[in-house]
């Protein structure tokens, strides 16, 4: 695991992103409510899914699942430029704000559905998918570069597995299992109904 991640991690305050309610709770290593029926996942996954998703600041990422916005601030710490969907505005309208009044400004918001992704600004070096999928939206593959990455969790309502997605050089798809998660589905036109 890279230092840099580790440190960003300890440095940042994740009370920031959750109601005063459940602020005493935020360094604890789980996931908490975040209001509408969400959470925000534990540190420790946020952690591992950014570093298997190997973040470069040259990259052009695509986070489907704004929620609190937490992710959201390691893929931007760590990224070049960051394209939010989340489909409840108010979690998104929140998150903005924060991480706005945390100096970043290189976040591109959208309120909609993430299953179709987001065509303009397509193809993306990395994907981000914090909902948990019945399978892997087509959507999400066509927009993703040429040796590009997306993490995904994919599988039951309750339980899922961590996928890796990897395009190589010539746009063959590969896929690693990383093992058992738990995520809120992921609603829309190609998520849960
Ligand atoms: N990464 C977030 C956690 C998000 S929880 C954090 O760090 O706080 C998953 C989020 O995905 C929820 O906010 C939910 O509203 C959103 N979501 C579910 N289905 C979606 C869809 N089809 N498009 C966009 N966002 C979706």
Known sequence: MKSELMHFYQELDRSLFLSEEYKSYAKRDEALPIGYEQTISQPSLVVHMTDVLDVKKTHKIL?????????????????HEVYTVEL?????????KILSNL????????VG???IGWEEHAPYDRIMVTAAASSIPDHLINQLNNDGKMV??????????????EKDAEGSVHETNLGGVTFVELKGAYGWN
């Open 113 to 115: 559905d993430g299953t």
């Open 88 to 96: 409840v505005q108010p979690l998104q309208e929140q998150a903005k």
């Open 152 to 165: 995904i969790p994919v599988g039951e309502r309750g339980y899922q597995q961590l996928m890796l997605v």
């Open 103 to 110: 100096g970043y400004h290189q976040i591109h918001y959208k």
């Open 63 to 79: 986070e489907i699942g704004t929620g609190s916005g937490y992710q959201t601030a390691f893929l931007a710490e760590f990224g």
